[in-house]
């Protein structure tokens, strides 16, 4: 059996220079999820979320980023799961995207708020109809009897809402993590990765290179 400690690779697929950045972390981000849907990166939009609870103990989970704007990095959650109620306590979080066929990562850290309920109604409706049934049967986190429960509680409201629109839970819609802080990070051989972070400041952005 292979133990884990031999496992290595070498990152040889690209580079990442001051002069390849764009001077806002915004396009940058944005440069690079292109890129990552069109080389065909599993779940390109997949992303670490992490976030903390009342004691500081950490949590971290995937989620899937909906919208990427100045405006922030947008998601979308039942507001009293596990990570909407450590959100509600502390408004902070980190995201993490990891493009293993690019061997890229980026880190984004920043506050928390809500998104408006006519946003939340907007990308609630573009749901898949399934999708919608499934965020009102499922009491997210909460300990459930059985599988049974969930298909009952599903079945009971196929047949509720046959033939109309599924309303958005009151309890379910987005949340915005506006940054002040992004990493971008380009695998390079012999464990010298090139690292660029930008930092807020004020209504503008540092770049700076961190050592790997």
């Known amino acids: 059996?292979?133990?884990?400690?031999?496992?290595?690779?070498?990152?040889?697929?690209?580079?990442?220079?001051?002069?390849?950045?764009?001077?806002d972390p915004f396009e940058q981000f944005t440069f690079w999820m292109h890129q990552a849907i069109e080389s065909k990166c599993l779940h390109p939009s997949a992303m670490s979320l992490a976030t903390v609870d009342k004691d500081g103990m950490p949590n971290v989970r995937i989620v899937l980023l909906k919208d990427a704007s100045k405006d922030g990095f947008i998601f979308y959650t039942n507001y009293h799961s596990i990570k909407g109620n450590e959100l509600e306590i502390n408004k902070v979080a980190c995201l993490n995207f990891f493009w293993s066929e690019l061997e890229r990562q980026v880190r984004i850290s920043g506050t928390i708020t809500k998104t408006t309920e006519e946003q939340s109604d907007s990308y609630f409706q573009s749901r898949p109809r399934e999708s919608q049934l499934g965020a009102l049967a499922s009491p997210q986190s909460k300990i459930v009897e059985s599988e049974d429960y969930l298909a009952e509680r599903y079945k009971m409201l196929q047949d509720q809402y046959k033939g109309q629109s599924v309303p958005r839970p009151e309890h379910w819609g987005g949340y915005i993590l506006n940054p002040t802080r992004i990493e971008f990070w380009q695998g390079r051989t012999n464990r010298l990765h090139d690292r660029f972070v930008y930092t807020k400041q004020a209504d503008s952005w540092n770049i700076n290179r961190l050592a790997p």
Do not use: H, I, V
Request: without cysteine; charged residues 45%.
């Open 1 to 23: 059996m292979t133990k884990l400690a031999d496992l290595r690779d070498e990152y040889r697929k690209g580079s990442l220079s001051r002069a390849d950045l764009k001077n």
